[in-house]
């Protein structure tokens, strides 16, 4: 299984919403990423985890709360975002964080923020 | 914040023909992989090069770099409607980086 999930694939939430962004990969992998998207630009890592644990947080705004409650599943917690935050969250897995390996990615989730 | 350049932003050509992409980066790199997205999606890992090779071949796609130039170039040869997608380079270790990217259209 060399696939990485992600649910939902579309989402349409109001700045005064709570939502969650779910990543799932069952490919033993120990690193796990979060990248934004926006259209017709390239991905931008957001947030990176080594082992369940943090290990890179890009200056992203409180707003956006990653959680990785166990190596196969990674999660973007959302609260009050703002109508520029709409863009594509894809999350990857690589086998570990450095600088051999390849990331895998996942299809994206499409966010819009009314 | 993106890594470097890629160029050129668009190209269009005919299925059959090769197509040529281009990237530079900025700082000193251990490898420079590429990546090719289509529609939107997720993105897909083509190659990975390491700053001690200067060509690497996959089926039909060629990969030279250049450190003394801090740049890449991918190369698709006998391109199909199919190889129609944006394509990234990326450098980087835990923090990947991705260039600008080429947004390559194959006409049948």
């Known amino acids: 299984d060399t696939e990485v999930t992600q649910t939902p694939k579309h989402l349409v939430m109001g700045m005064t919403n709570k939502k969650s962004l779910k990543c799932e990969q069952h490919m033993g992998h120990r690193a796990m990423y979060w990248y934004k998207q926006k259209a017709k630009k390239p991905p931008e890592l957001m947030f990176v985890y080594s082992y369940e644990k943090l290990s890179i947080n890009e200056s992203v705004p409180s707003r956006f709360s990653p959680e990785c409650p166990n190596s196969s599943l990674l999660n973007l917690h959302l609260h009050a975002l703002q109508p520029e935050d709409s863009a594509l969250y894809l999350c990857?897995?690589?086998?570990?964080?450095?600088?051999?390996?390849?990331?895998?990615f996942g299809p994206g989730t499409r966010l819009l923020v009314l | 914040s993106q890594q470097g350049e890629e160029d050129p932003q668009a190209l269009s050509i005919q299925e059959g023909e090769n197509a040529t992409m281009n990237c530079s980066y900025k700082?000193?790199?251990?490898?420079l992989q590429w990546y090719r997205q289509n529609s939107g999606r997720g993105l897909v890992h083509l190659i990975l090069?390491?700053?001690?090779?200067r060509e690497k071949h996959s089926g039909r796609l060629r990969v030279t770099l250049d450190t003394s130039k801090k740049s890449s170039s991918l190369l698709i040869t006998a391109s199909r409607a199919a190889d129609t997608a944006s394509y990234f380079c990326a450098t980087g270790q835990i923090d990947m980086r991705f260039g600008a990217g080429t947004r390559l259209t194959v006409k049948p």
């Open positions: 090069i390491r700053s001690n090779e």
């Open positions: 990857a897995s690589s086998q570990v964080a450095g600088w051999r390996e390849t990331q895998y």
């Open positions: 700082t000193s790199i251990n490898n």
